[in-house]
């Protein structure tokens, strides 16, 4: 059996993590994946637009002092933070919350953008889509349009898919030289 595939990012993560690195996650949501990157990191910057969300990363974080919270758009990351070594996207909507409240394709691409320019040699995003539902489809679509046309010279970029599961949830990887 398969792990489930936010562990299987969490696994890609891993490989080349070092304890000094600097983590952001663009998307907190209840806060796992900011939990796995303290845990690993050396400080986490974590994102979220939705205040429920933060609240339960933050009382799931209670006892963390390597991370800080941010109640806004992962867009304006680089207000808080120049250079990073690791980041994760875990696209979609908060499950506890309104699901009507998504990830926005233009945004992450705008987002991943920056991001990759501000991302250290040899640091790495993890994005996992979730084209199981119109604007994750549509967001999936965006994004690996966007990062497709990375150039080869300064990225690798390859995808984790099951393919014989129609609209499963995937990983995107981006490693820069």
């Known amino acids: 059996m398969l792990k489930k595939i936010v562990d299987i990012a969490h696994d890609m993560l891993m490989i ?16 796992n994946d900011s939990k796995f990157l303290c845990d690993h990191v ?4 974590s994102y979220d637009i939705q205040e ?16 800080s919270f941010f109640y806004k758009s992962h867009y304006t990351f680089d207000e808080d933070v120049s250079r990073f070594d ?5 696209l979609g909507y908060y499950p506890k919350g309104d699901k009507t409240i998504t ?9 991943l953008k920056k991001a990759c320019e501000c991302l250290n040699s040899n640091g790495k995003i993890i994005v996992v ?17 966007y990062l497709k046309e990375l150039s080869s010279k300064q990225f690798d970029v390859y995808s984790f898919k099951l393919l014989n599961r129609k609209n499963a949830p995937y990983i995107i990887g981006i490693e820069k030289h």
Do not use: R
């Not at 080349?16 to 806060?31: H, N, Q, R, V």
């Not at 429920?52 to 991370?67: G, H, S, T, V």
């Not at 690791?86 to 875990?90: Q, R």
């Open 129 to 145: 889509c979730y084209p199981g539902f119109e604007a994750g489809m549509n967001e999936s679509i965006l994004v690996e349009n």
């Open 16 to 31: 080349d993590l070092k304890e000094s690195d600097i983590a952001i996650d663009f998307t907190c949501g209840s806060g």
């Open 42 to 45: 050396k400080y986490v910057y």
């Open 86 to 90: 690791k980041g994760i996207f875990n």
């Open 52 to 67: 429920d969300a933060l609240n339960e990363a933050k009382e799931l974080l209670k006892d963390y002092q390597n991370i």
């Open 103 to 111: 990830t926005n394709g233009i945004e992450v691409v705008e987002t």
